[in-house]
């Protein structure tokens, strides 16, 4: 009798807490490992600064709907980790990062675990845009690749500034 009122006590604390991880309904659970597919700017990216290899980008969603992300990038030979916080705004989709100095749109695709995250941001008189087509795998979907062509049509951006990077899933630094 006593395992059994601890198994309905087990199964009802692990339900409360399941409860407590999922999202609201209005809104969408970023977190995990995302893996940028492609990429797009407004033009205003110099060549020497397109990625040609990209890492899985870590997120993680806090309890106010912020959102902790993680960025592994390489640079002058080695690995950098940069952590950043996506603010969340009033507006569903809609975050503010670095003292509001940047807005990032994210937009739910039609393919299953796919997003196109869209960042904006003015720097020295300069617009600047970029935007990624993010998956939960790092396989390449040809359906979600044609949305992010329809978005960037959408956006009157062009396709020529549209590349694909490749994947690593780590960072490793050769001696």
């Known amino acids: ?30 977190s995990g490992i995302w893996y940028a597919k492609a990429m ?28 902790e992300t993680t960025v592994v990038f390489w640079k002058n030979g080695h690995c950098h980790e940069f952590k950043f916080m996506m603010k969340k705004t009033e507006e569903p989709g ?30 020295n008189g300069m617009s600047f845009g970029m935007g990624k087509l993010m998956g939960r795998d790092p396989d390449e979907n040809p359906e979600a690749m044609e949305e992010f062509k329809d978005f960037i049509k959408r956006m009157n951006l062009r396709l020529e500034n549209m590349f694909v990077p490749e994947i690593r899933d780590e960072c490793v630094e050769s001696d």
């Open 40 to 67: 797009v700017h407004n033009g205003s990216l110099p060549s020497h600064k397109i990625p040609s290899i990209v890492f899985p980008v870590r997120v993680i969603a806090l309890e106010e709907g912020d959102l």
């Open 94 to 123: 809609k975050y503010t990062a670095f003292h509001n100095t940047k807005v990032i749109h994210v937009e739910k695709t039609s393919v299953n675990e796919h997003y196109i995250f869209y960042c904006e941001s003015r720097h």
């Open 1 to 30: 009798m006593k395992s059994l009122l601890l198994t309905i006590l087990l199964l009802g604390l692990v339900a409360i807490l399941k409860a407590q991880e999922a999202p609201p309904d209005d809104q969408e659970d970023y």
